[in-house]
């Protein structure tokens, strides 16, 4: 078994087409076929179904694939030591981000890469939490940029920073008129917000039987969305911190403080215990540091390094 066969059958799994596979990993489709077919034969078990079309991974061979991603992981590691020691960037680096920080944060680590480190290849991903963490554990992501905690003993969790929400109102709702939205009334009322998106309240918060009135939710993550929502259909959303200056001037009007007490949301980073390319992983700090604000970044990235 090599480290080659190991990445054919990754990435067989991936395009799930043995021409477009081969393509990728530079080879003709019969020399991927026989090579994968001989990793078969040296475990004496089947990893793809050939049978059926696309192919697709046995029960065994789904459990091959994803121990393959992670020793494909930490071989790559090796360069990024000397890499490391000779303080030099380069490579790819896949993030997985929420779509709740990806307007923001996106085109900063693009413009910050690009100017600083163009041996880095960058390549970015709007995730739910749950896929975040999952692609990190099987090694096809190498940072994530969730809200914290993510709740993942096996994951490290780095705090970036912290920031308030505020509500976005229709001018037609009644509670335009305030100067600010008292927090416990958001409970009360229906809310136009992200499924699996903005996360307003602790679960420790919520009473036994109590059932927030979130009933209008839609599949999506664009807060930009979630206004021209508001704007058709009247009510409210809720809108982080950062974003507001995404939102166009004119409609700033719209906006109010959420109170007593405030609600606030911390952006961490999150990566594999074992991962190892510190260099990056504060390249990414700086990245995120040139465009969020001082007073709300957290006090570990507020230095010029973060060790691992």
């Known amino acids: ?152 003993p096996n994951l490290l969790e780095i705090p970036l920073y912290s920031e308030r929400f505020y509500a976005y109102i229709s001018e037609n709702d009644p509670a335009y008129a305030l100067e600010s939205i008292p927090s416990n009334s958001l409970r009360t009322r229906p809310i136009w917000i992200m499924k699996d998106g903005l996360r307003l309240f602790d679960p420790s918060e919520i009473q036994p039987g109590e059932r927030l009135i979130y009933e209008n939710y839609f599949e999506g993550g664009r807060v930009g969305t979630l206004i021209q929502i508001v704007s058709d259909n009247g009510g409210m959303t809720i809108i982080p911190e950062t974003q507001i200056g995404l939102i166009l001037f004119s409609l700033q009007k719209n906006l109010r403080p959420i109170v007593d007490p405030e609600r606030k949301r911390t952006i961490a980073l999150a990566v594999r215990k074992d991962f190892i390319r510190e260099g990056l992983l504060n390249a990414v700090v700086r990245a995120i540091k040139s465009v969020i604000p001082g007073a709300l970044l957290e006090s570990m990235v507020r230095g010029d390094h973060i060790r691992l």
């Open 1 to 152: 078994m090599t480290l080659q066969q190991l990445r054919y059958i990754v990435t067989l799994d991936e395009y799930r087409h043995f021409g477009r596979a081969a393509e990728a990993c530079g080879l003709t489709q019969p020399t991927l076929s026989l090579m994968i077919r001989k990793l078969e034969e040296e475990l004496d078990v089947r990893i793809f179904d050939r049978q059926v079309h696309p192919p697709v991974p046995t029960e065994i061979g789904r459990q091959i694939i994803d121990q393959a991603r992670i020793v494909l992981y930490n071989a790559a590691q090796i360069p990024e030591l000397i890499r490391k020691r000779k303080d030099i960037l380069e490579g790819s680096l896949r993030i997985g981000l929420i779509s709740t920080v990806a307007p923001v944060l996106v085109p900063a680590l693009f413009r910050y890469f690009g100017r600083n480190h163009p041996a880095v290849s960058l390549q970015t991903e709007e995730m739910i939490t749950g896929t975040i963490k999952d692609k990190l554990h099987r090694a096809e992501v190498d940072i994530g940029i969730l809200t914290a905690p993510a709740g993942d």
